[in-house]
């Protein structure tokens, strides 16, 4: 069983910036992809970020593309997301989550929350206008 504890979440104004850690406490870390979602009251769970587990392929949606840049520390079982430019909408739990059935250096890390197993507890962001 992985644990995943998120940290960094706050209030930041808009056009801040936020850096989310994720802490992973099982031995097989370097094995799992990993990916940050988020969800806003009455909306879906919504991948942000994903990276495969030899931070060889990433993957945003079109909404922070260019804001948001995740990186993982398989060294410190970290996985990262640096959050720039952010704006009201942005506003959300963010969570991180893992997934076990990472492949090759060119695989492609999923992009459904139905592909991880493993999730963090959240943490909140608020950008205020």
């Known amino acids: 069983?992985?644990?995943?504890?998120?940290?960094?979440?706050?209030?930041?104004?808009?056009?801040?910036?936020?850096?989310?850690?994720?802490?992973?406490?099982?031995?097989?870390?370097?094995?799992?992809?990993?990916?940050?979602?988020r969800q806003a009251p009455g909306k879906e769970r919504a991948v942000v970020a994903a990276i495969n587990n030899h931070g060889t392929r990433t993957y945003y949606p079109d909404s922070v593309k260019g804001r948001f840049t995740i990186s993982r520390d398989n060294a410190k079982n970290t996985v990262f997301l640096q959050m720039n430019s952010l704006n009201p909408e942005d506003t959300a739990v963010?969570?991180?989550?893992?997934?076990?059935?990472?492949?090759?250096?060119?695989?492609?890390?999923?992009?459904s929350a139905s592909g991880y197993e493993y999730w963090g507890q959240g943490t909140q962001v608020t950008v205020s206008s």
Do not use: K, N
């Not at 998120?6 to 870390?29: I, N, P």
């Open 1 to 37: 069983q992985e644990q995943l504890v998120e940290s960094g979440g706050g209030l930041v104004q808009a056009g801040g910036s936020l850096r989310l850690s994720c802490a992973a406490s099982g031995r097989t870390f370097s094995s799992y992809d990993m990916g940050w979602f």
């Open 94 to 111: 963010y969570y991180c989550a893992a997934d076990r059935s990472s492949g090759g250096i060119t695989t492609h890390p999923a992009r």
